[in-house]
């Protein structure tokens, strides 16, 4: 049973998985040696640790000026959306207008 643990963590699945790069049939063999061994789980989480920290040692940092612009964005979209609903609201009024003198005016 040891050997088979062992020849599945030589075997680089659980590398491929932690990143995505598995297919079906690997995801499902990982999974499976995920939940039946707890050797594997904790190699697995090692990894997942490992790979957080050398995402967050060389993360770039985002711009000072980014969070502003998005902000503005933000804001002008939101402003677009009231516009539009205030003219929504004032286009259904005339067509209720227009159609009540239609029938006024009619009979």
């Given at each position: 049973?040891?050997?088979?643990?062992?020849?599945?963590?030589?075997?680089?699945?659980?590398?491929?998985?932690?990143?995505?790069?598995?297919?079906?049939?690997?995801?499902?063999q990982v999974e499976r040696y995920l939940s039946m061994y707890p050797?594997?789980?904790?190699?697995?989480?090692?990894?997942?640790?490992?790979?957080?920290?050398?995402?967050?040692?060389?993360?770039?940092?985002?711009?000072?000026?980014?969070?502003?612009?998005?902000?503005s964005s933000i804001n002008k979209e939101s402003n677009f959306k009231?516009?539009?609903?205030?003219?929504?609201?004032?286009?259904?009024?005339?067509?209720?207008?227009?159609?009540?003198?239609?029938?006024?005016?009619?009979?």
């Amino acid at each position: 049973m040891k050997e088979k643990i062992k020849l599945f963590l030589d075997s680089d699945l659980l590398e491929s998985y932690l990143l995505g790069a598995t297919t079906t049939e690997e995801t499902l063999q990982v999974e499976r040696y995920l939940s039946m061994y707890p050797e594997v789980r904790k190699t697995y989480e090692e990894l997942q640790d490992n790979l957080e920290t050398y995402a967050k040692m060389h993360a770039v940092k985002a711009p000072e000026a980014l969070k502003e612009r998005i902000l503005s964005s933000i804001n002008k979209e939101s402003n677009f959306k009231r516009n539009f609903y205030r003219m929504a609201v004032a286009a259904s009024f005339a067509v209720l207008i227009s159609a009540g003198s239609s029938y006024f005016f009619w009979n």
